[in-house]
Every structure is written in structure tokens, then in C-alpha cells.
């Protein structure tokens, strides 16, 4: 089946610091989704990447397609403590799957003030 | 706003029980998904349905069951609890249109613990 990446598994930044979060896949991605989930919580849509190349931007939050649509990222600019959480990455998937998404593992955020 | 529920926010079950876990939602979605999210292993998916009384296994469909009699209900089985199934259960659902980003929407989760 589709397998994404997800890296790092963990980062602790300080607050103000930048933070990215990267998926990768061996085989082309279809559509990519990103998700946030605070601690204690549930993970919640944040975005959706369709296009190669395609560049999204959320206030402080950068997401990327690659160009080859094997890759994407989550950046963030000057982290605050209300980033906290964890950030999955998803493809969707294809044919009889179309309904379904793979998740990466995840990267779980953590900044201190 | 879209609504998941589910029927339970932590349960307590014994090594052998039948358990029941049960995911609603109110937006006459056409899918609905369970998945357990165990630490460092992210979310894995158990089942997920397309429409009533259809279901579809998902990556880690071993020791569970589902049932789908109703559009807005999702129910996950497990037929003989085990420790190995003490987690995190969320359920999730979704529209399914063409061109559309059907994104996914989650329900608070239950954490199931077996004894």
C-alpha cells in the first residue's frame, strides 16, 4: 500500500525558533493533507496540497508540494507555545482507496518559552 | 459544525470481554473510518465504511469487527479483548465527492484499557 514518511518524529524548539516537518514517499503522492493535534486532543484538517509545486500559506504556517510530488513540508515561522502538538501528513489514496488516507507517524512539536 | 461522537471517553474492559465502541455523526457522511493511535505509531487504520452495511479492511483490521447498519453510525467490535488492544480509538468521517478535499473530521477518541 502508500507509505509517507514523516520526519522528525520529535523536535523541541524554543519559542520564536522556526520549525519544519517533512513527508516523503517513494512512489508519487496523489493529494496531500495535513492535520494538527494538540495534546489531549483530536487531530484537526489544516490544509489540503493538490498541485506539484503548489506553495500554501496560513499565517505563520508554509506548506509545500514538491515538484515531483513525492515530498512536502509544514513550515513554521517563530514558533509560539499554541503550535504545540502533533503534525500528521497524509496522502489520499488511489483507485478502490480513494477514500481513504495514509498518515506518516507524525512529528510532535514541542516549544518552550 | 460537523459532529463526531463517540460513546465513550475511557473504558475499562477485562482480558476476554466483548466491547463495543460506538461513533456518531451528523453530517450524513458517506465515510466513516476507526483508527488506534498507539505512541511513535501515528494513526493506523482499523476499518472504514463507504456506505451503510459496507465495510472495508483497514491496515490493522486483525481481532476487530465493525458495523455499519446506519448512515450516521459506526461501530467497532472486539470480539475477545486483549491487552495488546489497550489504546487510543478515534473514529472519523468524511464526504466523498469528486474534486472535493474531503477532509477528514474526528471524534474526541476513547481510551480503551484492557486488563
Known amino acids: 500500500g502508500q507509505q509517507v514518511m514523516q520526519i522528525p518524529q520529535y523536535q523541541h524548539v524554543q519559542e520564536g525558533e522556526d520549525f519544519t516537518t517533512y513527508c516523503n514517499s517513494s512512489t508519487t503522492l496523489s493529494n496531500i493533507q495535513w492535520y494538527k493535534q494538540r495534546p489531549g486532543g483530536h487531530p484537526v484538517f489544516l490544509i489540503q496540497l493538490v498541485k506539484s509545486g503548489e506553495v500554501k500559506k496560513q499565517k505563520r504556517l508554509t506548506f509545500q508540494f514538491g515538484e515531483a510530488k513525492k515530498n512536502s513540508s509544514l513550515h513554521i515561522t517563530a514558533t509560539q507555545t499554541t503550535d504545540v502538538g502533533t503534525y500528521f501528513c497524509?496522502?489520499?489514496?488511489?483507485?478502490?482507496?480513494?477514500?481513504?488516507?495514509?498518515f506518516g507517524r507524525g512529528t510532535q512539536l514541542t516549544v518552550w518559552p | 459544525d460537523v459532529k463526531v461522537t463517540q460513546s465513550s471517553r475511557y473504558l475499562v474492559k477485562r482480558t476476554g470481554e466483548k466491547v463495543f465502541l460506538e461513533c456518531v455523526q451528523d453530517m450524513d457522511h458517506e465515510n466513516m473510518f476507526w483508527y488506534r493511535q498507539d505512541p511513535g505509531l501515528g494513526l493506523r487504520l482499523i476499518y472504514f465504511?463507504?456506505?451503510?452495511?459496507?465495510?472495508e479492511k483497514g491496515d490493522i483490521p486483525e481481532g476487530y469487527s465493525v458495523s455499519r447498519e446506519k448512515k450516521e453510525r459506526f461501530s467497532l467490535i472486539l470480539e475477545s479483548a486483549s491487552t495488546n488492544q489497550t489504546s487510543m480509538y478515534l473514529c472519523?468521517?468524511?464526504?466523498?465527492?469528486?474534486?472535493?478535499?474531503?477532509?477528514?473530521?474526528f471524534g474526541p477518541g476513547t481510551r480503551l484499557t484492557v486488563l
Open positions: 465504511s463507504y456506505d451503510v452495511k459496507m465495510k
Open positions: 497524509a496522502d489520499r489514496g488511489r483507485g478502490s482507496t480513494l477514500g481513504r488516507l495514509y
Open positions: 472519523a468521517s468524511s464526504l466523498f465527492e469528486y474534486g472535493k478535499t474531503n477532509e477528514q473530521f
